[in-house]
């Protein structure tokens, strides 16, 4: 089966940059999106395709992708970017499947 | 904007059946869109159940295909979630959420529903 695979938890020095990572070889064909989860709330994307952030997301998120890795990078980051992070991505090979990261915990220090 | 509100009843027993609804509101289930099932186990990851493509045509986790379907009613804008054979490890919160496919190889989720909490006991 298809997997994402995310490290558990990143810190960060508050101001600072960080990148959070995603592998998998479904990310070969498609692009990761990156999703934001804080306590008790519902995900919400962040970043999308190449390096497509929705409208209301702030400029310092960044995306790229080399090979099977995709990353998300904060730059500057602040207080209120303390989440959750997930990647996502699709598998068509087969049936479609839609396959989730196992989260990556920002903490900003 | 859109919207997507999740109901269904919050306590289901053993072995029961899990159905869920989705109502879209404030636009169409537009035809170029993918309509799916997110849960998340307490203090755990998001894991895709399924969805129904713009077609009709469904796709569900392997892990889960044997007890789940996914229907949808465009004239209702809605959709639905059954889960047959629950445990209690189908205790989540159920997200419905709209999909994005495009011939750039792009998939993303744009639009969540708040989610509904479901426990198995």
């Known amino acids: 089966s298809s997997e994402l695979t995310q490290d558990p938890a990143v810190s960060v020095v508050l101001g600072q940059t960080v990148r959070i990572t995603c592998q998998g070889d479904?990310?070969?064909?498609?692009?990761a999106t990156w999703y934001q989860q804080k306590p008790g709330q519902a995900p919400v994307i962040v970043l999308y395709?190449?390096?497509n952030r929705p409208s209301g997301i702030p400029d310092r998120f960044s995306g790229s992708t080399s090979g099977d890795t995709a990353s998300l990078t904060i730059t500057g980051a602040q207080a209120a970017d303390e989440a959750v992070y997930y990647c996502?991505?699709?598998?068509?090979?087969?049936?479609?499947?839609?396959?989730f990261g196992g989260g990556t915990k920002l903490t900003v220090l | 904007q859109v919207q997507l509100q999740e109901s269904g009843p919050g306590l289901v027993k053993p072995s029961g059946t899990l159905s869920l609804t989705c109502v879209v509101s404030g636009g169409s289930m537009s035809k170029n869109r993918w309509w799916s099932w997110v849960r998340q186990p307490p203090g755990k990851g998001l894991e895709w159940i399924g969805e129904?493509?713009?077609?009709?045509?469904?796709s569900y986790n392997s892990s889960l295909k044997s007890r789940v379907n996914i229907s949808a009613d465009r004239t209702q804008n809605q959709f639905s979630l059954s889960l047959t054979s629950v445990t209690a490890a189908d205790t989540a919160v159920y997200y419905c959420?709209?999909?994005?496919?495009?011939?750039?190889?792009?998939?993303?989720?744009?639009?969540w529903g708040k989610g509904t909490t479901v426990t198995v006991s």
């Open positions: 479904t990310l070969i064909q498609f692009y």
């Open positions: 996502n991505s699709r598998d068509s090979r087969g049936d479609p499947q839609v396959v």
């Open positions: 129904v493509s713009p077609t009709g045509a469904t």
């Open positions: 959420a709209r999909g994005t496919v495009t011939s750039s190889y792009f998939y993303y989720m744009d639009v």
């Open positions: 395709g190449k390096n």
